[in-house]
Protein backbone atom coordinates (compact mmCIF):
# COMPACT_ATOMS: atom_id res chain seq x y z
CA UNK A 1 0.00 0.00 0.00
CA UNK A 2 1.20 3.22 -0.87
CA UNK A 3 1.43 6.46 1.58
CA UNK A 4 -0.74 9.42 0.72
CA UNK A 5 2.09 11.34 -0.08
CA UNK A 6 3.74 8.81 -2.44
CA UNK A 7 0.21 8.69 -4.46
CA UNK A 8 0.00 11.99 -4.90
CA UNK A 9 3.14 12.89 -6.38
CA UNK A 10 2.61 10.32 -9.19
CA UNK A 11 -1.13 11.84 -10.46
CA UNK A 12 0.22 14.71 -12.35
CA UNK A 13 -1.45 14.18 -15.95
CA UNK A 14 -3.11 11.06 -15.20
CA UNK A 15 -6.58 9.24 -14.80
CA UNK A 16 -7.69 9.10 -11.67
CA UNK A 17 -10.86 7.03 -10.47
CA UNK A 18 -12.04 7.56 -7.20
CA UNK A 19 -13.84 3.83 -5.56
CA UNK A 20 -15.98 5.06 -2.58
CA UNK A 21 -18.78 2.57 -1.19
CA UNK A 22 -21.35 5.16 0.08
CA UNK A 23 -22.12 8.44 -0.85
CA UNK A 24 -24.18 10.31 1.72
CA UNK A 25 -23.41 14.34 1.04
CA UNK A 26 -20.35 13.16 -1.60
CA UNK A 27 -18.12 15.51 0.38
CA UNK A 28 -15.34 12.78 0.57
CA UNK A 29 -14.94 12.33 -3.18
CA UNK A 30 -14.98 16.31 -3.63
CA UNK A 31 -12.32 16.60 -1.01
CA UNK A 32 -10.16 13.96 -2.75
CA UNK A 33 -11.41 15.29 -6.83
CA UNK A 34 -10.25 18.57 -6.01
CA UNK A 35 -7.00 17.62 -4.25
CA UNK A 36 -6.05 15.48 -6.89
CA UNK A 37 -6.71 18.44 -9.39
CA UNK A 38 -4.35 20.78 -7.84
CA UNK A 39 -1.51 17.98 -7.76
CA UNK A 40 -2.58 17.81 -11.82
CA UNK A 41 -4.40 15.02 -12.34
CA UNK A 42 -5.61 15.15 -16.07
CA UNK A 43 -9.36 13.23 -15.32
CA UNK A 44 -11.10 12.26 -12.47
CA UNK A 45 -13.83 9.93 -12.03
CA UNK A 46 -15.64 8.58 -8.88
CA UNK A 47 -17.52 4.95 -8.52
CA UNK A 48 -19.76 4.24 -5.80
CA UNK A 49 -21.14 1.37 -4.32
CA UNK A 50 -24.67 3.01 -3.06
CA UNK A 51 -25.79 6.46 -1.97
CA UNK A 52 -27.85 7.71 0.76
CA UNK A 53 -31.26 9.13 -0.73
CA UNK A 54 -32.98 11.71 1.15
CA UNK A 55 -36.79 13.12 1.24
CA UNK A 56 -37.15 16.15 0.07
CA UNK A 57 -38.95 18.30 2.42
Known amino acids: ??????????????KVLIIDDIVTTGATL?????????????????LVAGFVARKKK
Request: aromatic share 4%.
Open 30 to 46: NTCARKLKSKGADEIYG
Open 1 to 14: MSSKKEVLEKVEGA
